[in-house]
């Protein structure tokens, strides 16, 4: 669908880094949410998700992470509320972490790290028609954010982690359909932090409207073991390399302010 995208993973430097300099960029992503630091908006609405789980489509290995694409040809699946004044139609969603639990999230609140991240992608379809515009505008995308922590096991994840064996390597892909990412959500998704800021990867265009979700999501060790158990190499490629650790570090704030819908 439109909103997947190729990385080159160049041998440099790790493709997480990301290039070392961005021009021009003032407003990055990941950061680190200082929690005492930012600001109670009574403004910020909750977030409004309908997802119509027969818009999901494939699921593949890009080299970085494993995304689930949905069909955004319609307004199927969709976002609003929160701090956004237009509609956002899901794209895509997929995760990043890390090679043990100790670390893997790219966002971290008070400099705390979690072992995984979800991040759900969408973008303005009141303003734009396909991702592909949208990504190069400030408006254009909006991203929900939400932290995995290592516990019980999450029934609705099993689908998800029975299907990564077959996409274990590079530009993979298997069909996968009827998938409800609603239920990748925490409980509550009335709490959460927001701020203006970044792709995590390469074109690291500065197009994204972020929502961390406060309450995170619990997987079982067994679950992200699946995980770690993807590769970033192609199965033509000799050396084998476990995907893991693909987030990128914390970038600076440059006095942007982070806005809490809760107090
Ligand atoms: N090129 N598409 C992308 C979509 C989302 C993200 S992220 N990791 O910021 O959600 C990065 C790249
Ligand atoms: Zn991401």
Same mark, same amino acid.
């Given at each position: 669908?439109?909103? @997947?995208? %190729? !990385?080159? &993973?160049?041998?440099?430097?790790? +493709?997480?880094?990301?290039? $070392?300099? *961005?021009? #021009?960029?003032?407003?990055?992503?990941?950061?680190?949410?200082?929690?005492?630091?930012?600001?109670?908006?009574?403004?910020?609405?909750?977030?409004?998700?309908?997802?119509?789980?027969?818009?999901?489509?494939?699921?593949?290995?890009?080299?970085?992470?494993?995304?689930?694409?949905?069909?955004?040809?319609?307004?199927?699946?969709?976002?609003?509320?929160?701090?956004?004044?237009?509609?956002?139609?899901?794209?895509?969603?997929?995760?990043?972490?890390?090679?043990?639990?100790?670390?893997?999230?790219?966002?971290?609140?008070?400099?705390?790290?979690?072992?995984?991240?979800?991040?759900?992608?969408?973008?303005? @379809?009141? %303003? !734009?028609? &396909?991702?592909?515009?949208?990504? +190069?505008?400030?408006?254009? $995308?909006? *991203?929900? #954010?939400?932290?995995?922590?290592?516990?019980?096991?999450?029934?609705?994840?099993?689908?998800?982690?029975?299907?990564?064996?077959?996409?274990?390597?590079?530009?993979?892909?298997?069909?996968?359909?009827?998938?409800?990412?609603?239920?990748?959500?925490?409980?509550?998704?009335?709490?959460?932090?927001?701020?203006?800021?970044?792709?995590?990867?390469?074109?690291?265009?500065?197009?994204?409207?972020?929502?961390?979700?406060?309450?995170?999501?619990?997987?079982?060790?067994?679950?992200?073991?699946?995980?770690?158990?993807?590769?970033?190499?192609?199965?033509?490629?000799?050396?084998?390399?476990?995907?893991?650790?693909?987030?990128?570090?914390?970038?600076?704030?440059?006095?942007?302010?982070?806005?809490?819908?809760?107090?």
């Amino acid at each position: 669908t439109a909103c @997947s995208s %190729k !990385y080159v &993973l160049s041998q440099m430097h790790p +493709m997480w880094q990301g290039p $070392l300099v *961005v021009p #021009g960029g003032d407003r990055q992503s990941p950061i680190d949410i200082v929690v005492r630091k930012s600001i109670f908006d009574s403004k910020l609405k909750p977030l409004v998700t309908k997802y119509d789980p027969h818009t999901c489509q494939q699921i593949w290995n890009n080299g970085y992470s494993f995304l689930v694409e949905y069909d955004d040809t319609t307004d199927k699946s969709t976002l609003q509320g929160g701090p956004m004044e237009d509609k956002f139609r899901l794209c895509q969603f997929h995760f990043h972490w890390g090679e043990t639990n100790a670390w893997g999230s790219e966002h971290t609140v008070d400099k705390k790290l979690f072992p995984a991240e979800l991040h759900l992608v969408h973008w303005n @379809s009141d %303003k !734009y028609s &396909l991702f592909e515009e949208a990504v +190069m505008e400030d408006n254009g $995308l909006a *991203v929900i #954010g939400v932290f995995l922590k290592v516990g019980k096991r999450h029934e609705g994840l099993q689908k998800l982690v029975d299907a990564l064996p077959a996409i274990r390597h590079k530009n993979s892909v298997v069909a996968f359909n009827r998938f409800d990412p609603g239920c990748l959500l925490p409980t509550n998704t009335d709490d959460y932090w927001t701020y203006h800021g970044s792709l995590t990867t390469p074109p690291l265009t500065e197009s994204v409207t972020w929502m961390i979700m406060k309450q995170h999501i619990e997987v079982s060790h067994e679950q992200l073991a699946v995980f770690r158990s993807l590769l970033f190499t192609s199965a033509e490629e000799d050396m084998q390399k476990s995907m893991v650790n693909n987030f990128r570090v914390q970038q600076p704030l440059r006095g942007r302010a982070v806005r809490s819908s809760f107090n």
